[in-house]
Every structure is written in structure tokens, then in C-alpha cells.
């Protein structure tokens, strides 16, 4: 098991340094033990993640390893421990829906591996025919520990300053849902957003959008009538090294498609954008920072409109349309958005 959990978390993050620290043993105290010792190794050593992959502990010896936890966040390193739901342990689940076995929502889930799918059909014979079940490389939920151990050292290479809470909070915030099997995982990692988000060098002047970059929304018109239940997709991302923002918005079911590029204006010092859709029609405008969000005021041929955006407390992403008219701007739809 910790050999094929060393291959993932290699094939994930190959430049780095695998440590073995040892700790099974066949009772939960005696493990415990040995993996306290382990965690201050790791202290004493500098390493940057702990992974475990292994059964739930007992509520008595959950509280002396949780003391050792914190010990080790606290002087840097992320643990991506499964099933095991300390609050800032960086929680990993596969994309299986529930396992049965967790006392907290996962923080992100992880595709899951299965080396199984490598193998030739001899070799999977042979694994049938009785070999002990410690020696079949199918992690299933075991690997997401070293995947997710994988992506923080992506992210600590490009970004080593990161704590442990900033690892948590950027895999979290940049992942996205995805139906898998049957299910509905609402944070699969998005390592590539991760990184972006990181690395971008975002221009300072786009620095109020920052609530709604490198995430996938997905939001309804509020209220829905029957004939509109259509799910409106929107995504931010920075582009041109952080020099510019490129806004889609999808709505598959009515084959729409809309492209924005927010842009600043050298001679205004001002962020401009021009939108795009794959129905003919373009407009233009200003985007500006307005009472905790954003809004965009523009004109097309036919209209002059303004969007506001601004993400709840409860994290809901409004999107508010009004079309100017004789008396003032009258409101158009409202769209709510969760990613």
C-alpha cells in the first residue's frame, strides 16, 4: 500500500522527496504512538506535508494525535490526512460520493486512482486467485491523500511562502463541481486554476475582482419560471500575464455564448471592456469597483445597460441587469450563482 501510494504522489509532484516514516502497526495505540513520533520528526526535519491513508481513529487516541497535528500545522506543514475531519487538516475524499466514513464535509475531492487499469489481463488473474489484499495496488480512496499532497508541493514550488490555511483556501476556492458516476462532487481540484491563481501577477487595478476570479459559477434566473430553468455558466480569468480578464458566460440549452474582455485604458487609467456573443451582437463600456463588487456600464446599438455583480456573505454571486429607460434604470433579471 505505501508503495503505490509513493508512486502516486511521484507521478503527481515528481521532483519531490518521499519520506517513509514507518508508523503501522496492528493496534490503533501503538500507530498513534509511532505517527505522533513521526510528526515531530517532520517538525524537527522541516518537511512540508504529511500524507495518511488508512482507518479512522478512536475518539481517545484522536486527541493526542490532533495535539501533534497542530503542532506540525503550526510550524508549517500540511497534513492531507483522510478520514480523519481535524478542522485544518486539508481533507481529501474521492469523487465516489460519501465514503461512510468521514465526520466533516471533505475540503476537495480528488479523481480517485486504481493502478488496476495498467495491468494485463495475467496479472489481474493472478491478483484474483488469492493474493493477499495488501498487495493490490487499487487505492480508490487511499490515493487521494497523496494526490492532494502532490498538488500542495505544485503549489509550495511556485509559491513557498504559503501556510498551510492559504494551501486549504486556494485549492478550495479555484475547484469546481463535477458530476462523476453518478455524483456530484462539488470541489474537484482544478490544479491548473490553483497555480494561476498564485502565479498570475494580477495587474493591481483588477484587484476588486478577486472575489470571483479562477472559479467555474453555475446560477438560475431568481425567480425561475418553467420555461427558464437553464443553468448560466461564468467563469473570470486572468489572461495576458495578468494584464487583462477574460469573463465567459455559457447557457448550453440555449446555445448561447458570450465572451468579455476587461482591459485597462492608458489614457484614462480606467478599466474598459468590449463583449462579444455568437449571436452577432457587441458592446462596450466601463467596469468599475461599487459597494463590495463590480459593475459594468455599457451600450450597444440598440441600448444603453448596466450589470452589477457583488458575491453575499453567504458566498451567492448576484448578477443584476438594468436597462436604462425614461425614468431611470429598471432592473431586467437577477441571476444567483453558487461554484
Known amino acids: 500500500h505505501g508503495y503505490w501510494m509513493a508512486s502516486v504522489l511521484r507521478e503527481i509532484a515528481p521532483e519531490v522527496e518521499i519520506y517513509a516514516l514507518c508508523t503501522y502497526a496492528s493496534d490503533e495505540t501503538s500507530r498513534v504512538n509511532a505517527m505522533v513520533r513521526a510528526i515531530e520528526w517532520a517538525i524537527e526535519h522541516d518537511l512540508d506535508v504529511l500524507t495518511y491513508s488508512a482507518a479512522r481513529f478512536s475518539e481517545e487516541n484522536r486527541s493526542k494525535l490532533d495535539r501533534a497535528v497542530e503542532r506540525a500545522i503550526e510550524h508549517g506543514i500540511v497534513t492531507t490526512f483522510i478520514h480523519y475531519p481535524h478542522p485544518r487538516n486539508l481533507l481529501p475524499t474521492w469523487m465516489g460520493g460519501p465514503s461512510g466514513d468521514d465526520e466533516r464535509t471533505a475540503d476537495v475531492n480528488v479523481l480517485h486512482y486504481d493502478y488496476s487499469v495498467v495491468f494485463t489481463q495475467r496479472y489481474a488473474e493472478w491478483l484474483e486467485s488469492g493474493t493477499k489484499s495488501s498487495y493490490r495496488p487499487f487505492l480508490s480512496l487511499s490515493s487521494t491523500s497523496p494526490v492532494t499532497a502532490g ?90 500575464g495578468g494584464a487583462a480578464i477574460r469573463c465567459t458566460k455559457r447557457v448550453a440549452e440555449l446555445d448561447f455564448e458570450m465572451e ?76 444567483e450563482y453558487t461554484w
Open 151 to 240: 498538488f500542495v508541493a505544485m503549489l509550495r514550488s511556485v509559491a513557498p511562502t504559503m501556510n498551510p490555511e492559504e494551501c486549504k483556501r486556494v485549492l478550495v476556492e479555484t475547484s469546481r463541481p463535477m458530476d462523476f458516476e453518478g455524483h456530484r462532487s462539488r470541489r474537484v481540484v482544478d490544479i491548473a486554476a490553483a497555480l494561476l491563481s498564485v502565479t498570475r501577477g494580477l495587474d493591481p487595478r483588477f484587484e476588486f475582482l478577486e472575489s470571483v476570479l479562477g472559479k467555474r459559477w453555475t446560477g438560475r434566473y431568481v425567480p425561475t419560471e418553467p420555461d427558464e430553468q437553464f443553468d448560466h455558466v461564468i467563469e473570470w480569468k486572468p489572461i495576458l
Open 260 to 335: 468579455t474582455i476587461y482591459y485597462t485604458e492608458p489614457e484614462s487609467n480606467s478599466i474598459a471592456f468590449v463583449s462579444l456573443t455568437n449571436r452577432g451582437q457587441t458592446s462596450r463600456g466601463t467596469v468599475r469597483s461599487e459597494d463590495g463588487g463590480f459593475v459594468l456600464l455599457g451600450s450597444d446599438p440598440r441600448r444603453e445597460f448596466r450589470y452589477t455583480f457583488k458575491v453575499r456573505p453567504d458566498g451567492v454571486l448576484e448578477d443584476r441587469f438594468y436597462l436604462q429607460d425614461d425614468g431611470g434604470w429598471s432592473q431586467g433579471h437577477l441571476i
